[in-house]
């Protein structure tokens, strides 16, 4: 569902096309209208310009051949495609072959992709399938190849999140799973193909998924970049740019993926995203309309509820880690700063699986266990941010204080042949009770320095041209890495916050 009004847009230039192409961008901040996105006549029209490019070469199926792999992500796998995304897409059964097919808005056909549900072979058809009974699509998250057959999962519906630097932002409302219905499936595969459908469904576990056609919304803007000032990324294929520590569907995909057909798939990531526009602030004897955006990203690896899911693996992946993006946004739609912190679970070796007791005991790894475990995070946050300053919030005694006292000593560990990673312990209920948020400034204090230095990811608001980078990340945990993470996560994204707006002057 398209949440903005016709009426209300603004005119810029597609960032993704290969040439100069003015269209309209829908943009509002309280919608009085809705209409299906698919039906949408300005996003078809701005994409519809977009395809329109002619490709200079085509592949062996037709399509228009891919651009030179990077490599960096997705090594040797044939990344052929075609265009990033079609005006509208059309989901059709044709017997047991389920049929992707884009079509033009002035009803031309463009190949389809074909999923055979017998024997699951997949094809890029060059022969259009246009059959009046269909079913509107925006993409494939993937497919599962089970004992007795595939699974194609697709998504049916979807709403409009936002526009991140220029990129629509879907959410996706509803998935459905296609297979051969006339198989006789095995006990086995049942139960599989009802835990997909459950895990897919955003009314059930598959919430709060969210994808662009165009951007690389699974990058911060920082990231992302880096990855256009590099020739060789810049013209990568989507699935070779993404993050895909936070793309959900990468699993799902790979049998796409592997057969050359990621232009129908799009990269998908878990999380949040919201934005605030028209927020007018004073200053200088002016006023100055911004947009806020927070987008959270979270790992595909070692998800999980608190005391089912608690530290790292033997991979260094911790329970549930969070990167968390505040932009802020001109009146335009431009980005003007972008601001990164991330949250999760102490990254030591231990658990706390729930007992009949109250106070569910901790058990924790001996410290040459977790030495290696916590270099590895530790080394791949440093790699990416540049330097992390940890913030501990867990009980500095008791049956928490076990496990910051052996957080200190690895995090001393590290830092005696490394550096780049810091550590700032902070007992939340000891220094702030249950309201005393005042006592926050102590913390305040000792991260001050670090935030200084770290800075933000910055654009000139009249150039557009790349200001400042952020040179180091926060990153926060309780022993649950929720309440008490919320709290001082929010106050450093208002500090960010505060300091765009100073530089602003407002």
């Known amino acids: 569902v ?4 016709t009426h209300a847009r603004r005119r810029c230039s597609s960032p993704s096309s290969s040439r100069s192409v003015v269209v309209w961008a829908l943009w509002c901040t309280n919608p009085s209208t809705r209409h299906p996105l698919s039906h949408c006549p300005l996003w ?11 490709p200079v070469a085509t592949g062996d199926c037709g399509l228009p051949a891919p651009h030179p792999p990077s490599g960096q992500l997705l090594k040797g796998q044939p990344m052929t495609g075609t265009l990033d995304f079609y005006p509208a897409l059309r989901l059709q059964r044709l017997g047991s072959v389920a049929v992707v097919q884009p079509v033009w808005e002035s009803g031309e056909p463009l190949p389809a992709l074909t999923v055979d549900l017998e024997t699951g072979s997949l094809a890029a058809s060059e022969h259009p399938h246009v059959t009046s009974d269909f079913v509107p699509c925006f993409g494939v998250l993937g497919m599962l190849r089970l004992e007795g057959g595939p699974a194609l999962v697709v ?22 799973v296609l297979y051969d219905t006339s198989h006789k499936w095995s006990k086995s595969d049942k139960k599989l193909l009802k835990l997909l459908a459950a895990g897919v469904d955003p009314k059930q576990y598959g919430g709060s998924l969210y994808f662009s056609h165009a951007g690389d919304i699974t990058l911060t803007a920082q990231r992302a970049e880096r990855v256009a000032a590099d020739p060789q990324t810049a013209a990568a294929r989507a699935w070779q740019r993404a993050d ?8 799902l995909a790979r049998p796409l993926l592997d057969a050359g057909l990621d232009a129908y798939v799009p990269p998908v990531f878990m999380g949040f995203v919201e934005q605030l526009n028209g927020l007018d602030f004073l200053g200088g004897g002016r006023q100055v309309s911004l947009g806020v955006t927070l987008i959270a990203r979270r790992s595909r690896h070692r998800p999980g509820t608190r005391q089912w899911r608690r530290g790292a693996d033997q991979q260094s992946h911790v329970a549930n880690y969070v990167e968390t993006e505040q932009i802020v946004s001109d009146g335009e739609g431009a980005l003007l700063s972008s601001f990164v912190q991330a949250r999760g679970s102490l990254p030591l070796l231990w658990s706390q699986t729930p007992c009949l007791k109250y106070k569910i005991p901790l058990r924790l790894a001996p410290p040459s266990a977790s030495a290696p475990v916590f270099a590895g995070h530790a080394d791949r946050m440093v790699e990416v941010h540049g330097a992390v300053t940890a913030i501990n919030l867990a009980n500095q005694g008791g049956r928490e204080g076990v496990l910051s006292a052996a957080y200190v000593a690895a995090a001393d560990a590290y830092a005696a042949s490394r550096s780049g990673f810091r550590l700032v312990p902070f007992d939340f209920h000891a220094m702030c009770g249950a309201t005393n948020y005042a006592r926050l400034s102590v913390l305040w204090d000792e991260l001050a320095p670090d935030f200084e230095c770290y800075g933000a990811f910055t654009r000139d608001g009249a150039s557009g041209a790349v200001a400042g980078r952020q040179r180091g990340v926060f990153r926060t945990n309780c022993v649950d890495t929720l309440d008490r993470t919320n709290v001082v996560q929010g106050l450093l994204g208002r500090k960010a916050l505060e300091a765009t707006l100073r530089a602003l002057g407002v």
Request: proline content about 4%.
């Open 44 to 54: 078809r029209s701005a994409w519809r310009q977009r395809v329109s490019t002619p």
């Open 155 to 176: 998504i049916t519906g979807v709403s409009a999140a936002g526009i991140v630097r220029e990129h629509l932002v879907l959410k996706v409302t509803s998935t459905k």
């Open 2 to 5: 398209c949440s903005w009004p």
């Open 244 to 251: 895909l520590d936070v793309t959900w569907n990468a699993a």
